[in-house]
């Protein structure tokens, strides 16, 4: 017995499509772990065609590739790990850290506090233990 799997950009645009339908427009995409294996340009590339506009990653550094390696300016990225490099990082690569911690939470503060005309924003986490 073997198995197949068949991966169709058109179904992940689809289903895209009809997520973002449902949820009003705001709709965005987890791709992280090359889009589960999927591959990641591939998958935002497609979904950005579908308006797509927003993307979780869950590291740092897949964000900088991901930025990097697109050269698209209107999309938004955000990773999961924390504020856990410099606050000029994140903003020079346009990389919305979601902050899970007060560590963290104090560190983008203190980042807004002396740079208060180009705030960093940031995405809270609260850890519900779900």
């Known amino acids: 017995m073997q198995s197949k799997l068949i991966i169709s950009i058109d179904k992940i645009q689809k289903n895209w499509e009809s997520i973002n339908q449902l949820s009003n427009l705001k709709a965005s995409a987890v791709v992280k772990a090359n889009a589960y294996g999927f591959g990641t340009i591939?998958?935002?590339?497609?979904?950005?065609?579908?308006?797509?506009?927003?993307?979780?990653?869950?590291?740092?550094e897949e964000?900088?590739?991901?930025r990097k390696k697109l050269q698209l300016n209107n999309f938004k990225i955000a990773a999961f790990e924390g504020m856990i490099h410099e606050a000029n990082d994140?903003?020079?690569?346009?990389?919305?850290?979601?902050?899970?911690?007060?560590?963290?939470?104090?560190?983008?503060?203190?980042?807004?506090?002396?740079?208060?005309?180009?705030?960093?924003?940031?995405?809270?986490?609260?850890d519900t233990g779900m």
């Open 42 to 60: 591939e998958i935002v590339k497609a979904l950005v065609k579908k308006g797509c506009d927003f993307f979780y990653v869950a590291h740092f």
């Open 63 to 66: 964000a900088i590739e991901l």
């Open 90 to 126: 994140y903003k020079a690569y346009r990389i919305i850290p979601i902050l899970n911690n007060l560590v963290q939470l104090n560190k983008l503060n203190q980042y807004n506090n002396q740079n208060p005309t180009k705030p960093l924003k940031g995405i809270l986490n609260f």
